[in-house]
């Protein structure tokens, strides 16, 4: 393998971990908005109201934007591995 080769290796390879450990921080975040309530005991109706929707929201833009970064880096991982094969001579 070449020094040029390795190197986009290397980059594919970071890039393809950066995707997935973001997208599973990204799915964290959206199963802990499902699973965590909002603690309304401090607040009016209204400020509860609006804690309550803003939970509701992060749940539906975190969690399929963590899966679609998760599957990203997949894509990744996998055209890394494509190419790598089709490089080799036996």
């Not at 959206?30 to 005991?41: E, F, K, L, P």
């Not at 975190?62 to 190419?83: C, D, Q, T």
Request: charged share 20%.
């Amino acid at each position: 393998m070449s020094q040029p080769q390795g190197l986009l290796r290397a980059a594919g390879l970071g890039l393809g971990a950066a995707l997935f450990f973001g997208g599973l921080g990204t799915l964290g975040l959206g199963v802990r908005s499902a699973i965590v309530s909002v603690d309304c005991a401090a607040l009016s109706e209204a400020e509860c109201s609006l804690a309550t929707d803003l939970r509701r929201d992060e749940l539906r833009l975190y969690l399929p934007e963590g899966a679609a970064l998760v599957m990203l880096s997949a894509a990744v991982f996998l055209g890394l591995r494509k190419s790598d094969r089709r490089g080799k001579t036996t």
